[in-house]
């Protein structure tokens, strides 16, 4: 396809749990995102990779939050032992290689809905 | 130093009518604008965007009008339609970097036919 995609699209887990969400983005796009958007609340960036450069975690809010991206392409944002306060809707982006003109512009998948029980 | 503060959470517009919605931010450094529009059960698509080094921008109905000194800029949408209800974020980012977008928390726009 050729926006960003995310799966599921819909997660129930139970507390405790792990749970991976993955995100396949915009083919050629080297820059990566994950958010966090909260029921009501702005998007909370979480991490952030920029081609093979080491990512930006500064966003995630805990340990138990992770993430990988395999060969500059494919990523996976994981939360062990998942709480309640972690449903939320998480969102990937990514935008174009870095020093285009349009590298500001970020594109958005349609987020993994997680519901933690 | 990070946020952007949106207003207000909530706006109800006739159909016809003028939407505005307000950000401020505080870095300084932010050097690039977006303007997001989201739909229930979608992510959010990019509207349109403003560097500071103009005023205003326009395209078609939306406007954004930047007002560097004060460091707040607004999102008018003219001619407001029942399409038009979403969610909207403003955003800002340093340019040149791919950093990561601070959003403000968000304006869900109700247009009523």
């Known amino acids: 396809g050729a926006g960003v995609s995310q799966s599921p699209s819909n997660k129930v887990t139970e507390k405790g749990k792990d749970v991976e969400l993955r995100c396949d983005p915009i083919?050629?796009?080297?820059?990566l995102y994950w958010y966090r958007q909260s029921l009501g609340q702005g998007l909370e960036f979480l991490i952030y990779?920029?081609?093979?450069?080491?990512?930006?975690k500064s966003g995630l809010p805990s340990d138990r939050f992770s993430a990988e991206r395999t060969g500059g392409s494919v990523s996976t944002l994981t939360i062990q032992r998942t709480q309640q306060e972690d449903s939320a809707v998480y969102l990937c982006?990514?935008?174009?290689?870095?020093?285009?003109?349009?590298?500001?512009?970020?594109?958005f998948g349609p987020g993994t809905r997680l519901l933690v029980l | 130093q990070q946020q952007v503060k949106q207003s207000p959470q909530s706006l109800i517009v006739q159909k016809g009518g003028i939407s505005i919605i307000n950000c401020a931010y505080e870095?300084?450094?932010?050097?690039?604008f977006p303007w997001y529009q989201q739909f229930p059960g979608k992510g959010p698509a990019l509207l349109i965007a403003?560097?500071?080094?103009?005023s205003e921008k326009k395209e078609g109905r939306f406007t954004i009008s930047f007002n560097k000194s004060a460091k707040q800029f607004s999102l008018h949408i003219m001619d407001s339609q029942p399409g038009d209800s979403a969610t909207y974020f403003c955003?800002?980012?340093?340019?040149?970097?791919?950093?990561?977008?601070?959003f403000g928390s968000g304006t869900q726009l109700t247009v009523l036919p």
């Open positions: 982006a990514s935008s174009s290689r870095w020093g285009s003109t349009s590298q500001e512009t970020q594109y």
């Open positions: 955003a800002a980012t340093i340019s040149g970097s791919a950093r990561q977008l601070t």
């Open positions: 870095n300084t450094a932010f050097d690039y």
């Open positions: 990779f920029q081609g093979n450069s080491a990512p930006d």
């Open positions: 083919s050629g796009h080297t820059a």
């Open positions: 403003i560097r500071p080094d103009v």
